[in-house]
Structure formats: C-alpha cells, structure tokens
Nanobody, 120 residues
Framework: QVQLVESGGGLVQAGGSLRLSCAAA????????MGWYRQAPGKQRELVAD???????DYSDSVKGRFTISRDNAKNTVYLQMNSLKPEDTAVYYC??????????????WGQGTQVTVSS
C-alpha cells in the first residue's frame, strides 16, 4: 500500500507565494520520477513540473521562471515552490510518483489534490 499526501495549498493574492509538499509513504522500494499536475475547472489535467530521481527537472512553459520543483529522496517528498502567482494558476494541484514497491510492482500513484486559489 502506497499513499501520497499533499499539503500547502490555500488562498493567496496575485504576486504571492505558496509551497506545496507531497510525501510518499508505504511499501516503497524506489521512486523514479515525481511530479506536480494541476486541473482547473472545465480544463484537462496538465503537467506543471516533474523531477527525476537524479534531479533533472522539466516545467510547463506557463510556470517557467516562477515555480521550482525539488525533492528530498531520503524523505520520499517532492516540493513545489510557487512564486509570482497569477489568477490563472488557480487549480487543484496533484502530485504523482512512479515507483517500485517492495513487492516488485511498478505503478504510478496520485495524491488526493490540494486547492490553490489566487485572487486578483
């Protein structure tokens, strides 16, 4: 059993900052990539940023230069530092992780989502 638990969402004014955290726990042998996605009302879920176990990162064009993804492998935790937030960043943010369990199975797991609302 593996769970991803997110925290750090909330309401912030435009131009402000938030930091999201996502901790993976359970029968984990190793974690490959971890990432953050978001889904705004009426829109499809989209990739925000992801990071490999070696620290290579990728960002969507809409957040480059404003958001920073990082991870702590010892804690199985991924972070998303969000600066210069805009109203269009408003969405439910989900973390995910592709990992191998102690049982040797490979799967992609998702967190429950955390709401980020940016007011203008």
């Amino acid at each position: 059993q593996v769970q991803l638990v997110e925290s750090g969402g909330g309401l912030v004014q435009a131009g402000g900052s938030l930091r999201l955290s996502c901790a993976a726990a359970g029968s984990i042998f190793s974690i490959n990539a971890m990432g953050w996605y978001r889904q705004a009302p009426g829109k499809q879920r989209e990739l925000v940023a992801d990071i490999t176990s070696g620290g290579s990162t990728d960002y969507s064009d809409s957040v480059k230069g404003r958001f920073t993804i990082s991870r702590d492998n010892a804690k199985n935790t991924v972070y998303l530092q969000m600066n210069s937030l805009k109203p269009e960043d408003t969405a439910v943010y989900y973390c995910n992780a592709d990992l191998i369990s102690f049982y040797g199975t490979y799967n992609i797991y998702w967190g429950q989502g955390t709401q980020v609302t940016v007011s203008s």
